[in-house]
T-cell receptor, first 116, second 112 residues
Framework: GAGVSQSPSNKVTEKGKDVELRCDPI?????LYWYRQSLGQGLEFLIY????????KSGLPSDRFSAERTGGSVSTLTIQRTQQEDSAVYLC??????????????FGPGTRLLVL | KQEVTQIPAALSVPEGENLVLNCSFT??????LQWFRQDPGKGLTSLLL?????REQTSGRLNASLDKSSGRSTLYIAASQPGDSATYLC???????????FGKGITLSVRP
């Protein structure tokens, strides 16, 4: 399978716990994105990684959210001290950024997070 | 700030009908526009991507058009089928950070 994969597919946690969500992008894709899809809110951008450049964190909703991308491949999104409003589907996407024109973003199946 | 609007939020049509889904955006300085399909409980599948210099793209029964100056795009679905039932999302790419701004989607139901 050459698509974007995410794990876990579902996560139920208690308020106040930390969670880690994982994304494996398509091999060779240099750009990686995290989005959040909340009920009634649509999809919102969280963070963007491109190669070795500093990530664009402008979409992270609070300092409880952080993400890293190790070795230019796998990315982990961490939410500390989860709140009920963090419940959403977290989607990861990757693209092949050629530097000429933005490329199609390919999305993973998402992680459905429920904070009780 | 870029805003993307898709109206109506839901649409129900009989099988075989040709239909048009609309998308509008507030900032015409876009790099491209994409239409995605999302099935319940699934991720997003890219249907069509139109670069800012293009007017339309076609794939099978789907045709997407872009009028950048007026901030509008349409997705045309010919001879709709029950298998087309899904949520259709429009997204525009604005700015150097390749951030996609999404509409809230149109949930389409095609009745047999």
């Amino acid at each position: 399978g050459a698509g974007v994969s995410q794990s876990p597919s579902n996560k139920v946690t208690e308020k106040g716990k930390d969670v880690e969500l994982r994304c494996d992008p398509i091999s060779g894709h240099t750009a990686l994105y995290w989005y959040r899809q909340s009920l009634g809110q649509g999809l919102e951008f969280l963070i963007y990684f491109q190669g070795n450049s500093a990530p664009d964190k402008s979409g992270l909703p609070s300092d409880r959210f952080s993400a890293e991308r190790t070795g230019g491949s796998v990315s982990t999104l961490t939410i500390q001290r989860t709140q009920q409003e963090d419940s959403a589907v977290y989607l990861c996407a990757s693209s092949l950024e050629s530097g000429l024109a933005p490329e199609t973003q390919y999305f993973g199946p998402g992680t459905r997070l429920l904070v009780l | 700030k870029q805003e993307v609007t898709q109206i109506p939020a839901a649409l129900s049509v009989p099988e075989g009908e040709n239909l048009v889904l609309n998308c509008s955006f507030t900032d015409s300085a876009i790099y491209n526009l994409q239409w995605f399909r999302q099935d319940p409980g699934k991720g997003l599948t890219s249907l069509l991507l139109i670069q800012s210099s293009q007017r339309e793209q076609t794939s099978g029964r789907l045709n997407a058009s872009l009028d950048k100056s007026s901030g509008r795009s349409t997705l045309y679905i010919a001879a709709s089928q029950p298998g087309d039932s899904a949520t259709y999302l429009c997204a525009v790419l604005t700015g150097a950070n390749s951030k996609l701004t999404f509409g809230k989607g149109i949930t389409l139901s095609v009745r047999p």
